[in-house]
């Protein structure tokens, strides 16, 4: 079956640093979206993506944050100046167009900001 | 926007036992109500997922129940085993909307199943 997948599984950088988080969505999938869970906490939406657009992002995706398909199989997410509270596990998932409700997650990448 | 609350933080129960998880959610609008079973260090895995246009929905042992007008749902886990215990998330989500797929998820709960 096929799944998301992301690149790196983990990620430690100094703070102020830029950094990319890779995701290679489902192949036959055209929404993609960015969640991030802060340790113990509950899953937080970033921002969706559809026709290479961002159709929707939240209050926490401000202006140190984008988002790119630099190709017709990566999503990434990239991280200009990094904060110590950035540090979170980064979720990657992708809808089917047929069922775009039902969004398939992939394993993450924990991204520690030192 | 859509606010998404879950009870009980942590749920323990005996193998064999039923569990019972709830949330509420306050946008009438939601039209989508999945439930994710996220294992530690895992990704979270859909495990059933239910629309505004029916009551309920089962799958084998779990099942999910939705009250549009009280604006809550339910997952219910019958004859739980230790392969259970993980953290449930449920969600919400006005696709088809002003939304394509933006989903709001309760807090979660632990849930423990003692052999």
């Known amino acids: 079956e096929p799944e998301v997948t992301q690149t790196p599984s983990h990620q430690v950088t100094q703070m102020g640093q830029e950094v990319i988080l890779r995701c290679v969505p489902i192949s036959n999938h055209l929404y993609f979206y960015w969640y991030r869970q802060i340790l113990g906490q509950k899953v937080e939406f970033l921002v969706s993506f559809y026709n290479n657009e961002i159709s929707e992002k939240s209050e926490i995706f401000d202006d140190q944050f984008s988002v790119e398909r630099p190709d017709g199989s990566n999503f990434t997410l990239k991280i200009r100046s990094t904060k110590l509270e950035d540090s979170a596990m980064y979720f990657c998932?992708?809808?089917?167009?047929?069922?775009?409700?039902?969004?398939?997650f992939g394993p993450g990448t924990r991204l520690l900001v030192l | 926007g859509e606010n998404v609350e879950q009870h009980p933080s942590t749920l323990s129960v005996q193998e064999g036992d039923s569990a019972v998880i709830k949330c509420t959610y306050s946008?009438?609008?939601?039209?989508?109500f999945p439930w994710y079973k996220q294992e530690l260090g895992k990704r979270p895995q859909l495990i059933i997922d239910?629309?505004?246009?029916?009551g309920e929905k089962k799958d084998q042992r779990i099942a999910v129940t939705l009250n549009k007008t009280a604006k809550h749902f339910s997952l219910h886990i019958t004859e739980t085993q230790p392969e259970d215990s993980a953290v449930y998330f449920c969600?919400?989500?006005?696709?088809?909307?002003?939304?394509?797929?933006?989903?709001?998820f309760g807090q979660g709960t632990i849930l423990t199943v003692h052999p």
């Open positions: 239910i629309r505004s246009n029916v």
């Open positions: 946008d009438s609008a939601s039209n989508y």
């Open positions: 969600a919400a989500d006005n696709a088809g909307g002003t939304s394509y797929g933006k989903l709001t």
């Open positions: 998932a992708s809808s089917f167009q047929g069922d775009v409700e039902t969004q398939y």
